[in-house]
Nanobody
Framework: VQLQASGGGLVQAGGSLRLSCTAS????????MAWYRQAPGKQRDLVAT???????NYGDSVKGRFTISRDNAGNTVLLEMNSLKPEDTAVYYC?????????WGQGTQVTVSS
């Protein structure tokens, strides 16, 4: 499975961005889709997940501000990020799994200026 992430950029605090992750197969065939992020010098943290049944889960730091969803075509997962804060600055990675196999996208930089 190949994942292509896009949509990162520079935004002021309080602004919004939308990230997209397009998979090379239908996401309904995968166990879940997830976004992680990694800031410089820090570990990679979970941002949000959506299962094949549509159940969502969010990291505590983004609850109420970020929304994960999928498009009707079934190949793309979106991450709507609102009320962005400088601490949201990180490289955001798309992730998925199928059985014992784990897949990662190339990452997209999100920078939030204060």
């Amino acid at each position: 499975v190949q994942l292509q992430a896009s949509g990162g950029g520079l935004v002021q605090a309080g602004g919004s961005l939308r990230l997209s992750c397009t998979a090379s197969t239908s996401i309904f065939r995968l166990d879940y889709m997830a976004w992680y992020r990694q800031a410089p010098g820090k570990q990679r943290d979970l941002v949000a997940t959506i299962t094949s049944s549509g159940r969502t889960n969010y990291g505590d730091s983004v609850k109420g501000r970020f929304t994960i969803s999928r498009d009707n075509a079934g190949n793309t997962v979106l991450l709507e990020m609102n009320s962005l804060k400088p601490e949201d600055t990180a490289v955001y990675y798309c992730n998925t799994a199928k059985g014992f196999n784990d897949y990662w996208g190339q990452g997209t930089q999100v920078t939030v200026s204060s």
